[in-house]
């Protein structure tokens, strides 16, 4: 079945740097991968995700990579500020898995004013 | 307009007491799953249901553990008897359909400590 490894486990920029966050996955049959962002406290929510027919996807300060053939997919966070503290968990999901979403293990991000 | 409801928000039991967690799905959507959440394991997902029916329950830890959908709109979690290492975060999420690209809307969770 399908491996998600997410790297770093915690990560630290100052407020206006970026942060990019990596996820590797081992099913080839992966075609769907979305990031949620969530907070302390709070439920996990959908911040962007990716299809496996698109290299790159963006929506303003958020963007996400997908490297098909070395199985990797990254989320880039340009301009942090400090509300986007919180912990950013990456996913892949499996055509012959159904709806089975398998999640990273989380990142830590915390950006510093 | 409604998202993913879950009931309680809190629960704390004594070991050895049975725990039902409640998910009201979002209307039209027939997908569920219900996660837990800890520190040490991360997200597990432990049933999901489509069209009310279980298709993958590889995710329940134990016998102990049981889920239910009766109908579109409903969906029990029990944990029967419950113990101190089932303390976690549940988490229900649902689907438009269980199909590839669809998004998960997760509920506000339960936090259930077991004593």
């Known amino acids: 079945g399908e491996n998600v490894e997410q790297h770093p486990s915690t990560l630290s920029v100052q407020e206006g740097d970026s942060a990019v966050i990596k996820c590797t996955y081992s099913d080839s049959a992966s075609n769907y991968f979305p990031w949620y962002k969530q907070e302390l406290g709070k439920r996990p929510q959908l911040i962007i995700d990716?299809?496996?027919?698109?290299g790159e996807k963006k929506d303003q300060r958020i963007a996400v990579t997908l490297n098909k053939t070395a199985k990797h997919f990254s989320l880039h966070i340009t301009e942090t500020q400090p509300e986007d503290s919180a912990v950013y968990f990456c996913?892949?999901?499996?055509?012959?898995?159904?709806?089975?979403?398998?999640f990273g293990q989380g990142t830590e991000l915390s950006v510093k004013p | 307009d409604a998202g993913v409801i879950q009931s309680p928000r809190h629960e704390v039991t004594e070991m050895g007491q049975e725990v039902t967690l409640r998910c009201k799905p979002i209307?039209?959507?027939?997908?569920l799953f219900w996660y837990r959440q800890t520190m040490m394991r991360g997200l597990e997902l432990l049933i999901y249901f489509n069209n009310n029916v279980p298709i993958d329950d590889s995710g329940m830890p134990e016998d102990r553990f049981s889920a239910k959908m009766p109908n579109a709109s409903f969906s029990t979690l029990k944990i029967q008897p419950s113990e101190p290492r089932d303390s976690a975060v549940y988490f229900c999420a649902s689907s438009p359909r269980l199909a590839e690209s669809d998004t998960q809307y997760f509920g506000p969770g339960t936090r259930l400590t077991v004593l």
């Open positions: 990716i299809r496996s027919n698109v």
């Open positions: 996913a892949a999901r499996a055509l012959n898995q159904g709806g089975k979403l398998i």
């Open positions: 209307s039209g959507h027939n997908s």
